[in-house]
C-alpha cells in the first residue's frame, strides 16, 4: 500500500486548506485511513480517522468541529478540509492506512497504523 498526501502549504489564522491522501496498491475500500500531525518537537498526535465507506469517523477533541475528513472511494483519495486554521495547527500532516483495523471501532493510535504517507507541511501564521 502506498500513500501520497498533499494539499499542504502556508496560510493565515483563520483560513482553510484541503489535504488529500491518494492511496494505492491495495483494495482501498476495505480498511480505515486515518491523518496525524507533528509538530518540531512533538510527538506525533492523532487528528482524524475514517472507516472505508465513510459512514464513521472519529475526530481529535482540538480539530472537533473545524476539521472534517472524507472518502472518495471512486479515485482511492482521503480529504481533509480544514477550516478556522489556528497556529496551532502548524506542523506536518501525514495520512496512514489501518489495514488491520476494524471499520466499526476506528482507532486513534499511531501504532495501529500500518503504513504511512511522506507528510505534507501546514504552516498557519498569526
Known amino acids: 500500500v502506498q500513500l501520497q498526501a498533499s494539499g499542504g502549504g502556508l496560510v493565515q489564522a483563520g483560513d482553510s486548506l484541503t489535504l488529500s491522501c491518494a492511496v494505492s496498491?491495495?483494495?482501498?475500500?476495505?480498511?480505515?485511513v486515518g491523518w496525524f500531525r507533528q509538530a518540531p518537537g512533538k510527538e506525533r498526535e492523532f487528528v482524524s480517522v475514517i472507516s472505508s465507506s465513510g459512514s464513521r469517523t472519529y475526530y481529535a477533541d482540538s480539530v472537533k468541529g473545524r476539521f472534517t475528513i472524507s472518502t472518495d472511494n471512486a479515485i482511492n483519495t482521503v480529504h481533509l478540509q480544514m477550516n478556522s486554521l489556528k497556529p496551532e495547527d502548524t506542523a506536518v500532516y501525514y495520512c496512514?492506512?489501518?489495514?488491520?483495523?476494524?471499520?466499526?471501532?476506528?482507532?486513534?493510535?499511531?501504532?495501529?497504523?500500518?503504513?504511512w504517507g511522506q507528510g505534507t507541511q501546514v504552516t498557519v501564521s498569526s
Open positions: 496512514a492506512a489501518d489495514l488491520r483495523g476494524s471499520n466499526r471501532f476506528l482507532d486513534s493510535r499511531p501504532s495501529s497504523f500500518d503504513y
Open positions: 496498491g491495495r483494495t482501498f475500500s476495505s480498511y480505515p
